[in-house]
Each structure stands twice: as structure tokens, then as C-alpha cells.
């Protein structure tokens, strides 16, 4: 379902992601992991086409299109769903409005007309059933105010709505309380199934516990150093970073 | 790789590119004077209109005084000043036979009115709106009448009331506009050939939104419409008023007059959704917009402003409120717009007399393209007014980096007992807000709209439902392709 290639991405003349290999298919749970300011966010920005960083060479195939040559909103209409590390405010646009723009401007693309407000309301009922949120939610606006739990249970119910082919939750699980993170997990193992993937971007084990990977990912220094199954998260737990790292560095010479 | 993107300036540039929605002229017949102002083209349109004496003294008076004065430049707008031997005063459509019902409309009037998305039968019909229509400077038709006389309403064109209610007109107009107020307020006292006028008996509540729809259609007319709005004490009203013009090259003048008067008890919510000509991509023609709106609340009484400006060349005008009266309430809220080369120079003014008399502004300006944007304030609370409070929140938006906004707040206060509280803020749209939005599959021009809605949320909130959404749409169209 996706494919990166020799991925090379950064800002200005930094270069940020040094040439990402990365293949995903359908069904399958990736996790990616890394120290901080290895590049795991720009690379789930890059995906979603954050404008703000320049693709210097590489593709990112998604069902066999480039999504390089798509805008932001084309990608969301391809299934694309980046859960937000950090989400942002929009004042005064309630959360219920927000998914309604975002559902009919989807629903236009594949040539339909805006879904009833009853059709639409119920399926938020459901939807937020299943992240047991309290009603409120849907009338306060976007992320305003939100504490950092809330915005991230946001993110995960838009992703519940907008139901994407392959959804990057971008440390979802920071900020989130012990329950929370039960219920956020369960809720995002609901909506899996064989036809979409997720990749988790995540510095701990305790989601990994939940939403169980197929594969595991270390990013470090804007590479994939080392893949390996769920085991590989483990002992990232256990032994941290540099038992890995160090053999990259040595290797590009860091 | 990428698809190419557009600069800044392109996307700018595109902004431009919306044409203007409402211009087109309507073909008709219509009865006008020649170009100029004089003594003689003042009484020619006091005879046109077969007005009595008293309204004809009124007028010669307020021609002497505006002779009198400059054209004030104290606002930040920059424009050529009218020729003002260079209008026509007085322009009404043919025939002017009266009309007892909108379906008795001109044709081609009616054409018009469709074009502008009013509709009036739909209207009639749907949104239990009672609609006077003034085109050019002439009131056309006046619905809902009949249903509106059974409880003691009056609801017509100020020409018929001068005509039919004297008494009314005499005693109220000018009290809070005098002609000497300021310049263009002469100039309409002088010269105003319609407009609208309302008055709500005690103890009544209207019960449907009244509007009016302005619309200057003729080349090289000015229009002054008068409107004077009288609400009985314990009386209710909300009123609502759209303005259109078509796209010409040269800038016509709009001079306007409006007075409230809310007795003791009465409330009176305003409503304006203006959307004259604003001008092409580069500054030509547009409307000058110079208009002069008060209200006066008496005890216990309340008026509200609501305003979504998107239209005009220049915009000078400050709704303002005299809170005379104790306990007395008045509110503003305002959406300003400025695109391309618009100017707008705009606020309001709260002057507190009465005791615990309270106000709130909430002013929001959104500036795209090379336009300037200004909030003008000022909150005056005089020794009498005790215990009285202001609230004010200015905000800006800005879109681009070729745009001006600039905040003007005058506050005095005159006693200790009193309260002022005046927040303001500038924005822009932020890169990460849109990205937000384009991740959600909202493309860039939706989430602008988007983002500013909700950044008008408050004003747009006070206005009438079919009119909120009417408001929300012209935003749309005014902002389009305005990314920064
Ligand atoms: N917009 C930006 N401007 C400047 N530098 C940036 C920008 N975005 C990312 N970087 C830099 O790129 C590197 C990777 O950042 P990124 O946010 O992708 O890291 P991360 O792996 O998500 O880290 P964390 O675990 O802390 O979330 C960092 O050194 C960061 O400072
Ligand atoms: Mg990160």
C-alpha cells in the first residue's frame, strides 16, 4: 500500500531525512521508534505534505500513485491521516462543524452530496462511544483549550470518522492517562482491519502492549537503522538507544 | 516531485480575480436630474417629491450649513475627493406609479432583484422578511404592510411617511443626526431623496425582520438614503439592511443617514450587510462609502449594531450609540473586510450619559491584498454616568504582508465608579491552521473560509439566521484566493 524510496527531505539546506526506505502493507501495524529529533515527525509531515519541508529527491508510492505530486487535501482524500504530535487550534469552529467541512469535502471528491445531519450525528454517537468522550465535545471548538489528553483523543476521533486507509499517529499516546490510553488503543484496534495500515510513532512500549506491531522501525538521524518484529521494541525498552545507534554512526560516519 | 506551487504573490493575485458578483446595471427608464448641487437642485427635488413646506425649510437649512463646511480628512483613508457638481442628485426609476404589492414590481426590477440572489417573493414566502427595496435613491416597493398596519406599525419609505406621518417625522428627525453634525450628514439633510422609516407603537414587538435592500444602479448618481427608525417604549425591532451596486469605473458616493431612537424600555437590533462595489484588482471605481449611523436609547432600552462590511472603495462610518438613558445598553459588532485596494475607516462610538449604562464592542477587521483596515473607537463616559461599564475586543486578521491594519481606541472617562476594559489582538492565519485543515481533506480556499468564520463567530452570531449565512458566503467571495 505504501512504499517510500530513497526518501531525502529537509528545510533549507539541513536535510532532515537522509534517504528513507520504507515499505507498508495493507493490514499490517508498523511502529516507528527513535531518539528525539531523529525525524519521525517530519517524516509523517513529508507523508501528509507539509509544505513547510522540501522533498529533495525519493517517492512516496501509495497504492501505486506518488503522493509527491498530490496536495495535502488530495492525499486525506486518498486515506491518508496524519494524528497530529501536536494539534492545532482553530478558534471558533466547533468540533462537530470541523468534521462536517472535512466529511462533505471528502464526500465531493467522490462525487456525493453533503451527508444529512442526522445520518451524520449518529455516526458521531458511535464514534465517540467508542472513545467513551463525553458529549460536550462535539460543541467546543477545535482543540481550544483542550487539555493534551483531549486534543489527542481528538485526533484519534477524526481519524474514527474520516475512517483513512493508512493512519500515522504521531505519539498519540503522549499525554494520554493510564485509562485513556486503554480506551484510545481499543478504540484505534477497532478500526483496524485487512484493508488499512497504521504506523505508530511512539518512544514506549506500554501502547506497543495494546496496539501490537508487525514490525518495528528505529529511526536515528533521519535513517531507518534497524527494523525487526514486536521483540525489537522490547529490547529498545530495556536497553535504550545506543546499542544501535552507535553501529549506525560508525557506519555513516556521525 | 511536487506539484509547482504558487508564490505568495500569485496567490494574491488571484484574490483579484474574483469578480464581484453584483455588478451589472439594470436597463430602465429612469426620471433624473441634471448634474450639480445648488439651492435650485434642492428645491427641485423637495417639488419632485411634492414635499411640504417644513421638509423643504429642513432641507435649505442643512444646504446652508453643509456650503459651511470641508469634507473632513481625518480618517486614515486616502482618496480623490468627489466633484460634488459632478453627481446627479435625484434619480428614480420609471414609472414611478406605486405599487401596493412586490408583484406589481417592474419587471426588470424584479430581474435585478433575482440577480441578487434576494428573491423577493422567496423571501416573502420563506423568511417572513418585510422588504423595502431602495434603488437609486427612490423606494420601490414595500411588502408585508398590510400584515404590519394591523399592529399599528409603520413600515414605509421615509418619502411616504413625510407624506403620511408628518407628525412623527417632524418631531424625530434630525434629533440624533443634525444636519450639522458633520459633513455628509449635511449633505444627506440636504439632498436625500429616500429611504426608510419605521416606528413601533408601545408595548409592540415586531414580528418579522424588516429589511431594506439598497442598490445604486444609475451612472453618476450619488445616493443619500435617510432612514429613521422609532421604537415605542417596551417596543421591539430587528431591522436589517443589504446593500449592492454595480462594477463601474468611476467612484459614486453613498451618503447615508441613520437614526434610531429606542424609548424607554424598547429595543432595536440593526442589522447591515454591505457589499457595495469595492473597486477593481487595481483600485478603479468602488463605492465611497461615507455614512453616518446613531442611535439614541433612553431608559432601560438597548440598541445592538451588527455590520458585515466586505464592500466599498472607502469605508467611513462609526455606529455609535448615546446611552442617555440609566440602565441603558448599547452593542456593536462589526466584520470589517478589506481586499485589493479597499480602505475602511471604521468603529464606533459609546458615549455614556445615563447611570449603570453598559456597552460592548466587539470589532473584528480581516485585511488581504494591499488593503488598509481601521478601527476607529471611541467609549466617552460623561461625570453622570455612574457605575457604567465598556467592554471592547479589536481584533485583526491579516492575510498577506501587503495589507495595513491600525487601531484606533479613544477612551475617556469622566467618573471613578466606571469600568473600561478594551482587549485587542492581531493575527495572522497560520501555515500549521491550514495544513491542519488541507491533512483533514479541506482544501486551502475551504479552510480560510473556515478559519475566518470562525473567527467572526461572535458578530456573525448576531445576525438573523438567513442572514448570517448570506454574511458567511460574501466573506467567502471577498477572501477568495487571498492565501498568505
Ligand atoms: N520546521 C522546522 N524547522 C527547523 N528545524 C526543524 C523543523 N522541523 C524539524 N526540524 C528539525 O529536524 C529534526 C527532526 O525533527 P522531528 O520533529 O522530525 O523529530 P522527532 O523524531 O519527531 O522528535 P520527537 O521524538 O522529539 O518528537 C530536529 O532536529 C528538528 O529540530
Ligand atoms: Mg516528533
Known amino acids: ?254 | 516531485m511536487k506539484k509547482e506551487e504558487l508564490s505568495e504573490d500569485e496567490l494574491l493575485d488571484q484574490v483579484t480575480s474574483t469578480e464581484y458578483k453584483y455588478g451589472f446595471t439594470t436597463k430602465m427608464d429612469s426620471d433624473t436630474i441634471p448634474k450639480g448641487l445648488s439651492e435650485d437642485v434642492v428645491r427641485l427635488i423637495s417639488k419632485k417629491k411634492n414635499e411640504p413646506e417644513w421638509m423643504l425649510k429642513y432641507r435649505l437649512e442643512a444646504y446652508k450649513i453643509w456650503l459651511s463646511m470641508e469634507e473632513p480628512d481625518w480618517a486614515n483613508v486616502k482618496y480623490k475627493k468627489p466633484n460634488y457638481q459632478d453627481i446627479i442628485y435625484y434619480s428614480a426609476p420609471q414609472p414611478k406609479k406605486k405599487l401596493d404589492s412586490l408583484d406589481d414590481l417592474d419587471p426588470e426590477l424584479k430581474k435585478t432583484f433575482d440577480k441578487l440572489g434576494i428573491s423577493v417573493n422567496e423571501q416573502k414566502r420563506l423568511s417572513n422578511v418585510a422588504v423595502d427595496i431602495v434603488m437609486d435613491s427612490v423606494s420601490v416597493a414595500t411588502s408585508f404592510k398590510s400584515t404590519l398596519a394591523k399592529l399599528g406599525i409603520i413600515f414605509c419609505s421615509i418619502s411616504e411617511a413625510i407624506q403620511e406621518h408628518p407628525e412623527l417625522v417632524k418631531r424625530y428627525l434630525g434629533t440624533v443626526v443634525p444636519s450639522g453634525d458633520n459633513f455628509f450628514s449635511a449633505l444627506n439633510a440636504a439632498v436625500f431623496s429616500d429611504g426608510s422609516f419605521c416606528y413601533i407603537p408601545k408595548g409592540s414587538k415586531c414580528p418579522m425582520e424588516l429589511s431594506t435592500y439598497f442598490r445604486i444602479n444609475e451612472a453618476g448618481t450619488g445616493q443619500f438614503e435617510r432612514t429613521l427608525l422609532i421604537a415605542d417604549e417596551g417596543s421591539y425591532v430587528s431591522y436589517l439592511e443589504g446593500c449592492t451596486a454595480p462594477q463601474r469605473d468611476e467612484n459614486q458616493l453613498h451618503a447615508a443617514v441613520v437614526e434610531l431612537i429606542a424609548l424607554d424600555n424598547a429595543e432595536i437590533k440593526y442589522s447591515t450587510v454591505q457589499n457595495w462595489y469595492p473597486g477593481n484588482k487595481d483600485g478603479i471605481g468602488g463605492v465611497f462609502n461615507f455614512v453616518t449611523k446613531r442611535g439614541i436609547c433612553h431608559k432601560n432600552s438597548k440598541i445592538s449594531w451588527t455590520q458585515v462590511e466586505t464592500g466599498s472603495a472607502v469605508t467611513w462610518k462609526y455606529p455609535s450609540c448615546i446611552l442617555k438613558g440609566d440602565n441603558s445598553v448599547g452593542e456593536f459588532f462589526s466584520v470589517a473586510v478589506t481586499n485589493n485596494f479597499q480602505q475602511a475607516d471604521t468603529g464606533t462610538k459609546m458615549i455614556h450619559l445615563g447611570k449603570n449604562s453598559k456597552s460592548t464592542i466587539i470589532a473584528k477587521g480581516i485585511c488581504a491584498g494591499k488593503s488598509d483596515g481601521s478601527y476607529r473607537g471611541l467609549v466617552h463616559i460623561s461625570k453622570g454616568a455612574k457605575n457604567s461599564r465598556n467592554f471592547s475586543q479589536c481584533d485583526s486578521l491579516l492575510m498577506g504582508d501587503k495589507c495595513g491594519s491600525h487601531t484606533f481606541p479613544y477612551i475617556e472617562v469622566k467618573n471613578n465608579s466606571s469600568q473600561v476594559e478594551h482587549e485587542a489582538t492581531t493575527s495572522k492565519i497560520g501555515e500549521d491552521q491550514i495544513f491542519y485543515c488541507n491533512q483533514r481533506g479541506i482544501g486551502t480556499e475551504e479552510a480560510i473560509a473556515l478559519i475566518v468564520n470562525g473567527y467572526c463567530k461572535d458578530v456573525l452570531n448576531q445576525l438573523p439566521m438567513e442572514f448570517a449565512v448570506e454574511a458567511q458566503k460574501l466573506l467567502e467571495i471577498s477572501l477568495e484566493g487571498s492565501v498568505g
Request: net charge negative; no cysteine.
Open chain 1, 1 to 254: 500500500m505504501l512504499k517510500i524510496n530513497d526518501l531525502k527531505a529537509g528545510i533549507e539546506d539541513v536535510e532532515i531525512l537522509k534517504g528513507i526506505n520504507l515499505s507498508v502493507n495493507k493490514g499490517e501495524v508498523h511502529a516507528i521508534m527513535g531518539p528525539n529529533g531523529s525525524g519521525k515527525s517530519t517524516l509523517s509531515a513529508v507523508i501528509a505534505g507539509n509544505e513547510t519541508y522540501e522533498v529533495n529527491s525519493g517517492s512516496i508510492l501509495f497504492d501505486g500513485e506518488d503522493l509527491l505530486d498530490l496536495d495535502p487535501d488530495q492525499r486525506a482524500h486518498k486515506g491518508v491521516f496524519l494524528s497530529f504530535q501536536y494539534p492545532v487550534e482553530i478558534p471558533g469552529i466547533s468540533v462537530s462543524n470541523f468534521i462536517k467541512a472535512a466529511i462533505t469535502e471528502k464526500r465531493k471528491v467522490l462525487g456525493l452530496g453533503p451527508i444529512s445531519a442526522k445520518e451524520l450525528l449518529s455516526s458521531m454517537k458511535e464514534k465517540m462511544e467508542l472513545l467513551s468522550m463525553k458529549k460536550g465535545y462535539l460543541s467546543r471548538n477545535m482543540n481550544e483549550g483542550f487539555s493534551g489528553g483531549e486534543k489527542k483523543r481528538n485526533e484519534i476521533f477524526q481519524m474514527a470518522m474520516l475512517e483513512p486507509k493508512l493512519a500515522i499517529l504521531d505519539e498519540t499516546d503522549s499525554g494520554l492517562d493510564i485509562d485513556a490510553l486503554r480506551i484510545v488503543a481499543n478504540g484505534v484496534n477497532k478500526l483496524k482491519s485487512k484493508e488499512n495500515a497504521t504506523i505508530i510513532i511512539t518512544h514506549y512500549q506500554r501502547l506497543l502492549d495494546y496496539i501490537v506491531p508487525d514490525f518495528v522501525h528505529v529511526l536515528h538521524n533521519g535513517r531507518i537503522i534497524k527494523s525487526g518484529g514486536k521483540e525489537l521494541a522490547h529490547e529498545l525498552e530495556e536497553k535504550g538507544y545506543d546499542w544501535v545507534t552507535k553501529e549506525a554512526d560508525e557506519k555513516w560516519g556521525y
